[in-house]
């Protein structure tokens, strides 16, 4: 089974402050994302990545930077975190082209306050 | 970036009813994908659809391509209290790269036993 792990489950911290999420898969995926979950909003791309040291800007990329140093983890930063960024953040990863699914962490709470 | 419409936003429902859900876009898709979100976990993958017309069953789920490629349907019959959760569909347009995947907003389903 495909794994998709995330480094922490619940995340409270301050405005202004640095914040990594860390992303790791263990299947050899090439593509990583990274993804912000609001209520009545869906699920809004923020970056991805199809290679080591490849990014791509998703659709709301501001406020946030990524890390792809190794295949299996993709970190998120928020540079400056501010209040409008806490969310839930979910990683995923799919293979190369050829095959959409994309498989799931369970997700990252950040509360900033 | 492209928009999902994904009705209803929410439906409360008795145990042993059946429920329906779609997407519609106002471009063309390449793909479907049906996940479904339970609480306090990332989303799973309940059905993909690769083909305008293709019906497809998971269990007492079926979904469905459109034939315009702009819209796709999931029917869960005879729902169950564990059928709970966010519905979210996804889908691929084509020309975009790498795996990505546009999101719909989600459907929150409650079922009463």
């Known amino acids: 089974d495909v794994k998709v792990t995330q480094s922490s489950r619940y995340l409270v911290k301050r405005t202004g402050e640095k914040v990594f999420l860390e992303c790791v898969q263990d299947?050899?995926?090439?593509?990583m994302f990274w993804y912000r979950q609001d209520p009545g909003l869906g699920l809004r791309l923020i970056y991805f990545?199809?290679?080591?040291?490849?990014?791509e800007k998703g659709d709301i990329p501001e406020g946030y930077s990524v890390s792809r140093e190794k295949k299996e983890r993709f970190s998120l930063i928020l540079e400056s975190a501010s209040t409008n960024q806490t969310s839930m953040y979910l990683c995923?990863?799919?293979?190369?082209?050829?095959?959409?699914?994309?498989?799931f962490g369970p997700g990252t709470r950040l509360l900033v306050l | 970036g492209q928009q999902l419409n994904q009705s209803p936003q929410s439906m409360f429902i008795q145990e042993g009813e059946d429920v329906s859900m779609n997407c519609t876009s106002s471009?063309?898709?390449?793909?479907w994908l049906w996940y479904k979100q339970e609480p306090g976990e990332g989303p799973v993958l309940l059905i993909a659809?690769?083909?305008?017309?293709e019906l497809t069953s998971n269990g007492r789920l079926t979904a469905q391509f459109g034939i315009t490629r702009k819209d796709s349907f999931l029917n869960i019959s005879a729902s169950i209290p564990s059928d709970v959760g966010i519905y979210f569909c996804a889908g691929r347009a084509g020309g975009t790269s790498y795996g990505k995947l546009t999101f719909g907003q989600g459907t929150i389903l409650t079922v009463h036993p």
């Open positions: 471009s063309i898709f390449n793909t």
């Open positions: 659809l690769y083909k305008a017309g």
């Open positions: 995923a990863s799919s293979v190369h082209q050829g095959q959409e699914t994309q498989y």
């Open positions: 990545s199809y290679d080591v040291k490849m990014k």
């Open positions: 299947m050899d995926h090439e593509n």
